[in-house]
């Protein structure tokens, strides 16, 4: 049981390329989410899944897409990196939709000159 | 936009010091989170409280949640090198509606606990 995994864990991209950030977990959860974190601003919410087939806007989802492939994978795609989006960028699951309890993977650090 | 104010953001002490770290808003949470993160991982759940004026313990940690719900607070006593690591206040609404359990999280407070 590996519970939430992430690829790469780490990248470094010119202005303008784009990739595509992988997640995918193993405990049969229905919510998955996309952070991104920086220094002295805590967690903030780019996408969310809340089930599989559907796919929703956070706090800061410019610049970014998403794609909920099946129950367990949840992707993250920058189309144009800019250097704005360099960040550690953590893929969440949660289980029960009584509970606010998330599970998170080990982040993906993204530089991009 | 709810915001969740958390202070200190840095804080260095001695080993066996106590301290606290305290989450504000003005907005009214469902539930509050207490996550600890240390470098290169995820952030691990620690607790999570629900009811007003809820106090829970966790050997050496122990967390509250304002009678209002608006705030939280995290007493260490005798502090460790090992709860060395950046801790992490969320406040979530209404799971089970429309919001789907999105968290807000605090700014995070990097403690260091010197040997």
């Known amino acids: 049981n590996a519970g939430v995994t992430q690829t790469p864990k780490f990248q470094v991209l010119k202005t303008g390329q784009s990739m595509t950030l992988q997640c995918a977990q193993d405990m049969n959860h229905n919510s998955m989410y996309w952070y991104r974190q920086d220094p002295g601003m805590g967690l903030r919410l780019i996408y969310y899944?809340?089930?599989?087939?559907?796919?929703d806007k956070g706090e800061v989802p410019n610049g970014y897409n998403v794609s909920r492939l099946n129950k367990r994978e949840f992707s993250l795609r920058l189309e144009s990196a800019a250097p704005s989006q360099t960040s550690v960028y953590f893929c969440a699951s949660r289980l029960d939709p009584r509970s606010y309890e998330q599970y998170f993977g080990p982040g993906t650090r993204l530089t991009v000159t | 936009t709810q915001l969740l104010e958390q202070s200190p953001q840095f804080l260095s002490i001695q080993e066996g010091e106590n301290l606290t770290v305290y989450c504000n808003s003005s907005s009214v949470f469902s539930s509050l989170q207490w996550y600890r993160q240390e470098p290169g991982e995820g952030p691990v759940l620690l607790v999570t409280?629900?009811?007003?004026?809820e106090v829970k313990k966790l050997k050496r940690l122990t967390f509250q949640f304002g009678d209002a719900r608006k705030d939280s607070s995290l007493h260490i006593t005798a502090a460790q090198p090992g709860d060395t690591g950046l801790y992490l206040c969320a406040g979530g609404t209404n799971a089970g509606g429309t919001s789907y359990g999105k968290l807000t999280f605090g700014q995070g407070t990097i403690l260091t606990v010197h040997p």
């Open positions: 409280v629900v009811t007003g004026g």
């Open positions: 899944s809340a089930s599989e087939g559907t796919t």
